[in-house]
């Protein structure tokens, strides 16, 4: 497996890229440095995007679950616009703004069309781009992703963790929670601080209320692509799996042991889903 | 960027790079006052982050990679384990793995 971490140009800003894909098997140092049908990779892999949620970064998939896939396909994992060690952008976090991060990324990296998965808030950015530039998605899998119509994304209730509306350690406790962090990253000044941000100068609140009046006004059932809704079975958001099960027409819906962060915890059994729906096996 | 070490590379060496790959993720002056060892963690005594640590990887990986599958070597490691690494651990199995 080849691995490759750079910055990419997006706009005016620089976005961090870490993309594996398959390679060459080890040799041995003595062994002749001539081209071989082993150096052939992955020109024709399948290129695979991934998305991560809100206050993670691209390493939710770089250890545990990328390396796998990348045995078969050229897996693409980027840290969004403000988070990891991307570059900060003031202004709203939409999601149409991060799907045109989205899409400028791939024409940066010369991908026509890919397989997206996105947790979390990265799914729902998936999930848009796919409605709208369905051309550019062969296959879609949304990893516990909220469809930001749910109840807690009304503006009554953002405006109610937001402390109405003052950013407070209280309001920025109460995000880092509801995006499933772990205690040490709750805990981090780093984290905290990039939540304050992404509160303030990243607009979230405004962010989810446009994302929200976006996802009303979109057919669902014009999705035509393969898509696997995976939810666990504690997530806040396993109701949002079965409403998109309905309404999308070639959607499969799996559920995997845990909460909103299922991810981190079950990464061999999410790893596992994945690799069967982008095979077009099932699990 | 550093050559490979030729055959025969002490695991002095190798951690001596490392230090230096961490050099490079953290800044000069962040390792000079750290106190930087063997048995550092780098989660722990480090105080590194996971996407610090994506950098740190991906820079062994570049450094190391042709002679030992790093990245599958941290695929097979479980949570926990990717917690509690040291620097030690990284330096025996890029020793071991040639």
């Not at chain 1, 993670?56 to 078969?72: D, G, Q, V």
């Not at chain 1, 999601?95 to 729902?124: F, P, Q």
């Amino acid at each position: 497996m080849a691995l490759d971490e750079r910055f990419v140009a997006v706009g005016t800003k620089k976005v961090h890229v870490v993309e594996m894909r398959p390679d060459a098997p080890l040799r041995p140092p003595t062994e002749a440095l001539a081209p071989s049908a082993h150096d052939m990779p992955s020109a024709g892999a399948q290129a695979l995007v991934m998305l991560h949620g809100l206050f993670s970064n691209l390493s939710l998939y770089f250890f545990r679950i990328a390396p796998s896939l990348a045995h078969t396909y050229r897996v693409v994992i980027y840290d969004l616009r403000s988070h990891g060690l991307s570059e900060r952008a003031s202004g709203a976090h939409t999601l149409e703004v991060l799907s045109e991060d989205l899409l400028a990324l791939m024409d940066a990296l010369e991908i026509e069309k890919a397989a997206l998965a996105g947790h979390s808030y990265g799914g729902t950015v998936a999930l848009l781009t796919a409605l709208q530039h369905p051309e550019k998605v062969s296959q879609l899998a949304l990893i516990d992703a909220p469809c930001l119509t749910e109840p807690r994304f009304a503006a009554a209730r953002l405006r109610q963790r937001l402390s109405h509306g003052r950013v407070t350690d209280r309001s920025v406790a109460r995000y880092a929670s509801a995006a499933g962090l772990s205690a040490q990253a709750r805990r981090s000044p780093k984290s905290q601080e990039q939540i304050r941000y992404l509160l303030t100068e990243g607009r979230l609140e405004a962010s989810f209320s446009a994302g929200r009046t976006t996802m009303q006004s979109l057919d669902l059932g014009r999705l035509a692509m393969p898509t696997l809704l995976l939810y666990g079975t504690r997530s806040p958001f396993r109701a949002t799996g079965r409403r998109l099960k309905a309404a999308i027409p070639c959607s499969v819906l799996e559920l995997v042991e845990g909460g909103h962060d299922f991810p981190v915890k079950s990464a061999p059994q999410l790893t596992e889903h994945l690799a069967c729906f982008l095979a077009g096996t099932g699990i | 960027m550093v050559a490979i070490p030729p055959t025969g590379v002490t695991a002095d060496e190798v951690l001596r790079e490392l230090i230096e790959v961490l050099a490079s993720v953290l800044g000069e002056e962040v390792v000079a006052v750290m106190d930087v060892s063997a048995e550092s963690s780098f989660v722990r005594d480090l105080e590194m982050d996971s996407i610090a640590i994506v950098a740190f990887a991906s820079e062994v990986n570049e450094r190391f990679g042709e002679r030992v599958d790093f990245i599958a070597w941290l695929r097979g490691q479980s949570l926990r384990s990717l917690q509690k690494l040291t620097v030690k651990d990284v330096a025996d199995f890029i020793v071991q793995g040639r």
